[in-house]
């Protein structure tokens, strides 16, 4: 059902449908910029993750992964490209740079840029129903 | 780029300390590997071992060269650096065990999980390495 009409939804749970969520509403949970893939709204994620470390972020096998991060560099970008993830969240005011954005372009990835700390980002999409991989 | 009708080869320079560059050659790679429509699922596995060993020479090594030969049987990706080689390669490769600087870890790398996970991704993997000379990985896909 959807969330009556201008207010805000108070959980987040509104905003997931069998277990996935549109960017839009990534964005609207998390007060987010949406700062590249303004063309791909309707995306979904089924799953997310968490990490700074890229390493980890390669030994992922799901699709449809949401990443959390704090690590704002071309590896984000990079490793993105490689884990076949298309969206990234930069949490905590962290700004991709001109050349991540370009990158990120290039390869048709969503960014979205969130002042919340990677464990608030975190807390709001666990509570609106988000599954984590592990 | 050259190719007869059996495989096409591909090489790529890579530089010691350059960061902003580690992984480009490996999304030439996968570009390519999409050109060619391999299956998503190998092209995954193929790119993400490609970048961690990417990762690994730009991270350890002065240069390298990834020569990459495409087959109608296989994928096969070689990379050779010149640096300061693997000493003891039993060790390099459990996970944990790693010499990266804080500027590798800064990149979101170098907590040992490079060439376990390259291991896990390929279908074969031979490394072989000197001391102050340089260190060699051939890592090879198959497609059945």
Not at chain 1, 95 to 110: C, G, Q, T
Not at chain 2, 54 to 61: D, I, L, Q, R
Not at chain 2, 90 to 110: C, H, I, N, P, W
């Amino acid at each position: 059902m959807l969330a009556s009409a201008g207010r805000a939804p108070e959980t987040g749970r509104d905003l997931i449908r069998k277990n996935r969520m549109k960017v839009a509403d990534i964005v609207k949970l998390l007060d987010g910029k949406l700062i590249c893939g303004m063309d791909r709204l309707d995306y979904t994620i089924e799953v997310a993750f968490a990490s700074d470390l890229m390493s980890d972020v390669l030994t992922l096998k799901n699709d449809h992964v949401l990443l959390i991060t704090g690590l704002n560099n071309m590896q984000t970008i990079r490793t993105a490209e490689m884990s076949d993830i298309h969206c990234v969240i930069l949490a905590r005011n962290k700004k991709a740079s001109v050349e991540m954005l370009e990158l990120a372009r290039d390869n048709e990835l969503i960014i979205i840029e969130c002042r919340y700390s990677v464990f608030k980002t975190c807390g709001l999409l666990f509570e609106a129903g988000v599954k984590p991989i592990f | 780029m050259s190719h007869d009708s059996h495989t096409m080869h591909f090489e790529y320079n890579v530089e010691g300390g350059n960061f902003t560059r580690a992984g480009y050659a490996s999304s030439e790679i996968k570009k390519i590997l999409k050109q060619l429509n391999v299956d998503m699922g190998i092209i995954k596995r193929t790119v993400v071992a490609c970048y961690e060993a990417e990762v690994n020479v730009v991270a350890h090594a002065f240069s390298g060269t990834i020569y990459v030969d495409v087959s109608t049987e296989s994928i096969t990706i070689r990379l050779v650096d010149e640096g300061p080689g693997i000493p003891d390669i039993d060790l390099a490769m459990q996970e944990g065990y790693s010499t990266a600087s804080s500027k590798v870890r800064e990149m979101g790398f170098g907590a040992g999980m490079g060439l376990p996970n390259i291991k896990k991704n390929a279908d074969k993997l031979e490394i072989s390495s000197e001391v102050n000379k340089g260190t060699t990985l051939e890592i090879t896909m198959f497609f059945n």
